[in-house]
């Protein structure tokens, strides 16, 4: 007897061409996860892309099983590219192919979104405050980033640098360079990099980070960009104390056990991610307070309670993800036509 083929999927919001290291490792550990519990991948649809309009995505619904949205920080605040993918579980629907809106941050978002994502089949949201939002709901689930679903990834010391990371605005960005600059960082670390070598060529290196900065070169710390994802986990794992305004920024933090402090980012994703970690949001520090961040500010080792509470939150995050697996799995099984 001939064995079932595997269930065929397609991925939504792919978000691996960001030039982001913790989105290449959200899509790295989906797409792992979903080929553990034997599903196909057969289309791979890139984040603000107009699937409608997108070669080779007609041809991939018309034999899906599963479409899985990654929705990530693009589901808030009623954004035109959250509506692009919520359009698409009513298309879906109409070909019998059950959805599952995952990884998802949810945040003030108009009546019609809720309408459009009640058609979904699974929703999960990646952080409670989210999953508040969508309790009217009763397929919804919560569990952390993907981004943490590896668990820990303990990296070789000595942690003897202090760095500084970047934001998805402007004005933090800015800010938190200054703020690397007044307290003699060894380093600007971004979350988000570029894979250009002029970055790190002189005499462009400089400039180039200054106008992504915000700010003049002059006695700003040196830009050390991560090359992979692997890169920059080494690099945090050097880091006594990492002052970052990226999400991502603080989920690798945890699975480094690197001590961080933040600032607020363009959505409660920050905030959120500390109080379902169990972290004091006295680790959370106003934009217009990071130029009056002293040395003293910086000891801010975890303590013994925080240590235990990131401990039992990437156990979670190992041991739900792998649920959301099998049952993204189990859906797509019986999606199959």
């Known amino acids: 007897m001939s064995q079932p083929l595997a269930p065929r999927v397609i991925v939504m919001n792919d978000t691996s061409g960001r030039s982001h290291h913790g989105c290449a490792r959200v899509m790295r ?3 792992q996860g979903l080929g553990r519990h034997g599903l196909q991948i057969i289309h791979r649809s890139m984040a603000r892309s107009e699937w409608s309009r997108e070669k080779g995505f007609a041809e991939a619904l018309e034999s899906a099983d599963l479409i899985v949205i990654n929705g990530e920080g693009t589901l808030h605040h009623g954004r035109a590219a959250g509506r692009t993918l919520l359009n698409v579980i009513p298309a879906a629907k109409a070909k019998g192919v059950p959805v599952a809106v995952i990884n998802a941050l949810w945040q003030d978002n108009p009546p019609e979104f809720l309408d459009l994502v009640s058609g979904a089949a699974l929703v999960a949201t990646r952080d409670q405050r989210s999953g508040s939002e969508l309790a009217k709901l009763d397929n919804v689930r919560t569990l952390p980033d993907l981004s943490l679903s590896a668990g820990t990834a303990p990296q070789l010391g000595p942690r003897d640098q202090f760095y500084c990371g970047d934001s998805v605005r402007w004005s933090t960005r800015r800010a938190l360079a200054l703020a690397g600059k ?9 979350t988000k990099t570029r894979a250009s070598a002029l970055w790190m060529e002189k005499p462009f290196g400089p400039w180039l980070s200054a106008m992504y900065h915000g700010a003049a070169p002059f006695g700003l710390p040196p830009l050390q960009l991560a090359a992979t994802e692997a890169d920059y986990l080494r690099l945090l794992g050097r880091a006594r104390m990492y002052l970052t305004g990226r999400f991502h ?22 905030e959120a991610l500390l109080a379902d970690a169990g972290l004091p949001q006295s680790r959370a520090i106003a934009e217009e307070d990071l130029a009056t961040l002293s040395q003293d500010d910086l000891n801010r080792p975890f303590s013994v309670q925080e240590t235990q509470g990131i401990a039992t939150f990437l156990a979670k995050a190992q041991r739900e993800s792998e649920q959301l697996f099998a049952d993204l799995a189990a859906l797509a099984w019986r999606g199959q036509r």
């Open 182 to 190: 007044h307290l003699k960082a060894d380093a600007l670390v971004p």
């Open 29 to 31: 550990l989906l797409y």
């Open 249 to 270: 920024g603080i989920c690798l933090s945890l699975v480094t056990g690197t001590p961080f402090l933040t600032t607020g980012s363009n959505s409660w994703k920050i």
